[in-house]
C-alpha cells in the first residue's frame, strides 16, 4: 500500500474529456435557475415581512380622500 500512488475511479489515466466545459445552452440554463432563487428568496423575505407586520402595507387612506369638495356619497355626477 506504501508507495502506490492514489488513481481516481472515475476516469482512466491520461484520459480527460475534451468538453468539459458547459455549452451555451447549459450556462442559459445555469444563469435562468439562479435567477429564479434570487426572486424566490425574494418573494419568501416579503412574504414573511407581511406575516409579521401585515399592518404596515396597508394603506392608511380611503377611498374618498381623493374628492375635493364632496362628502360621501355625493359623487353621482362627479365624473361628468
Request: aromatic share 12%; glycine share 8%; hydrophobic share 45%.
Amino acid at each position: 500500500m506504501e508507495g502506490e500512488p492514489i488513481t481516481s475511479t472515475l476516469l482512466p489515466p491520461g484520459n480527460v474529456p475534451q468538453d468539459a466545459s458547459l455549452t451555451l445552452e447549459q450556462k442559459t440554463t445555469f444563469v435562468f435557475v439562479i435567477l429564479l432563487f434570487i426572486f424566490l428568496g425574494i418573494l419568501i423575505v416579503r412574504c414573511f415581512r407581511i406575516l409579521l407586520d401585515p399592518y404596515r402595507s396597508m394603506p392608511t387612506s380611503t377611498w374618498a380622500d381623493g374628492l375635493d369638495g364632496l362628502e360621501k356619497g355625493q359623487f353621482d355626477y362627479a365624473l361628468a
